[in-house]
């Protein structure tokens, strides 16, 4: 479904990422592309981004078409 978009990517363990709520359109294309399922809807419709699982990878980021994910320390 998602093509190779970085073919060179590693990891970034020190870096977590975050969900801007004011820019998600709850599209759930994050969901899709992270592996570890991180990223969970709440009952308000949000999608959250659990940091205690995040590993750093970025694809959410990556693949956010309204660049609503940024990271954090």
């Known amino acids: 479904m998602f093509s190779d978009k970085k073919k060179n990517k590693t990891s970034s ?10 820019y998600c359109t709850a599209c759930g294309i994050c969901v899709q592309v992270c592996v570890y399922g991180c990223i969970k809807e709440d009952e308000w419709g949000k999608y959250q981004i659990y940091l205690f699982c ?14 609503a994910i940024y990271r954090v320390q």
């Open 13 to 22: 363990k020190n870096y977590k990422y975050q969900i801007n709520q004011e």
């Open 54 to 67: 995040c590993t750093g990878w970025g694809d959410c980021k990556d693949y956010c078409l309204v660049d």
